[in-house]
């Protein structure tokens, strides 16, 4: 079951910014827990794409960004490609030890 | 590099149980953890558990308790889960992945599909 809640899609134009939301509580985001960002392509592993809220692992472009604040956090991909088209999933950590999930997030290059 | 090698795809009767492997290389396999993720068809990734490679211990999702059992084979850097009394609602893919410094996921295994059916 999922804790961390993201709309269900989003979509833009190719060259267009896009948002996409991670919404947790006092349990997990806001104790301070780091937010991680992955992208899952169809058929494939989830892929990290952001950790530590904000910074990437080698090899991600920096059109991928990631920000932080209070319960919620926030992936950004600024000029949107049709390989961009993929589900995104946020994840943190909460009071109870245990790592949490959002909902996921389809995203779909118009 | 990384890798990240899972066991092939399994069909199970309702109540059996299953055994998922995952060996990994490219690393040192005793400086990290092992999580186990889920993900039924068409939706999303569920944490089952994280195991410590160092020195075995486990932590688990609490609805997975008492049903899963993860494990660590250090002489072939390969990390084991476990699940009985399977249902069909276990129907997923299971993935391995390893644990970063930062408690993110930054290695992941292909996935292991699990089918439950009678």
């Known amino acids: 079951q999922s804790v961390l809640t993201q709309p269900p899609s989003v979509s833009g134009a190719p060259g267009q910014t896009i948002t996409i939301s991670c919404t947790g509580s006092?349990?997990?985001?806001?104790?301070?827990?780091?937010v991680h960002w992955y992208q899952q392509l169809p058929g494939t592993a989830p892929k990290l794409l952001i950790y530590a809220s904000r910074y990437h692992p080698s090899g991600v472009p920096d059109r991928f960004s990631g920000s932080k604040s209070g319960t919620s956090a926030s992936l950004a991909i600024t000029g949107l490609r049709a390989e961009d088209e993929a589900d995104y999933y946020c994840?943190?950590?909460?009071?109870?030890?245990?790592?949490?999930f959002g909902t996921g997030t389809k995203v779909t290059v118009l | 590099q990384v890798q990240l090698v899972q066991s092939v795809a399994e069909m199970k009767k309702p109540g059996a149980s299953v055994k998922v492997s995952c060996k990994a290389s490219g690393y040192t396999f005793i400086g990290y953890g092992i999580s186990w993720m889920r993900q039924a068809p068409g939706q999303g990734l569920e944490w089952v558990g994280w195991?410590?490679?160092?020195?075995?211990?486990?932590n688990y999702a609490q609805r997975f308790q008492g049903r899963v059992t993860l494990t660590t084979e250090i002489s072939t850097s390969t990390a084991y889960m476990e699940l009985r009394s399977l249902r069909s609602d276990d129907t997923a893919v299971y993935y391995c992945?390893?644990?970063?410094?930062?408690?993110?996921?930054?290695?992941w295994g292909h996935g292991t599909l699990v089918t439950v059916s009678s």
């Open positions: 006092n349990s997990n985001i806001g104790t301070g827990s780091d």
């Open positions: 195991i410590s490679a160092y020195n075995g211990n486990t």
């Open positions: 994840q943190s950590y909460d009071n109870s030890g245990h790592y949490v």
């Open positions: 992945a390893r644990d970063g410094p930062n408690f993110e996921f930054d290695y």
